[in-house]
């Protein structure tokens, strides 16, 4: 992801306050560094009220197109409820400089790819069957129990089967009562969890 970093600037300088700025930066990084791509002049001193306000808000969101970062020494109030509501990531900083931006930029694609991990079970192409990497949540997520991931699911979901990738198959899922089969994939432990009544499979 590098569609540009905003900054918000007053007389070319990190502004202290989002409605004193007199101008929006947008950085973008090429194998040349980091340049300035579009400057957008800015100027909310005149507005009479918050609906106003809101509506300049929301039109500067449109100015900075795909851009999708900002930062600025302090956004706070309606700036930050709009650009927060529109899908923005924000960063405070009290300086501007290439390394300030390499973090910004670094720290949201960790983030969208943290994204990308499933965080409940998700339903494969067969209706009822189900798949999730619990071991993969826990290497980046090691703050998420078991329970936390998955009790909803076995309290919630009906299913046919649940495939569980774990380093381990938690003692409390064992406990349920489910039909339980295991196999390897690589160093972790695949469980296969059907429902059964009187040995059979329901739903």
């Given amino acids: 992801m590098n569609e540009g970093i905003a900054i918000i600037m007053k007389d070319y300088d990190v502004s202290n306050s989002f409605l004193e700025a007199d101008r929006i930066l947008v950085f973008l990084k090429d194998e040349t560094g980091w340049t300035v791509s579009k400057e957008i002049p800015m100027d909310f001193k005149n507005l009479k009220n918050l609906a106003s306000l809101r509506n300049e808000l929301v039109s500067l969101s449109k100015e900075l197109g795909e851009c999708r970062i900002i930062a600025g020494k302090e956004i706070s109030g309606l700036p930050f409820t709009v650009f927060d509501s529109l899908g923005f990531h924000i960063f405070f900083i009290s300086e501007l400089n290439d390394c300030c931006l390499d973090g910004m930029l670094e720290d949201v694609n960790q983030n969208n790819k943290n994204k990308e991990i499933p965080q409940k079970p998700i339903e494969t192409s067969t209706p009822g069957k189900y798949y999730f990497d619990l071991a993969t949540l826990q290497e980046k997520f090691p703050e998420i129990s078991s329970k936390k991931a ?5 309290e919630k979901t ?6 569980l990738v774990c380093a381990h198959l938690p003692p409390w899922i064992e406990s349920l009562g489910y039909d339980i089969t295991f196999k390897k994939q690589n160093e972790k432990t695949v469980a296969v969890i059907k429902k059964k009544l009187c040995g059979k499979e329901m739903l």
């Fill in 150 to 154: 998955l009790r909803h699911f076995f």
């Fill in 158 to 163: 009906p299913f046919l089967e649940l495939e």
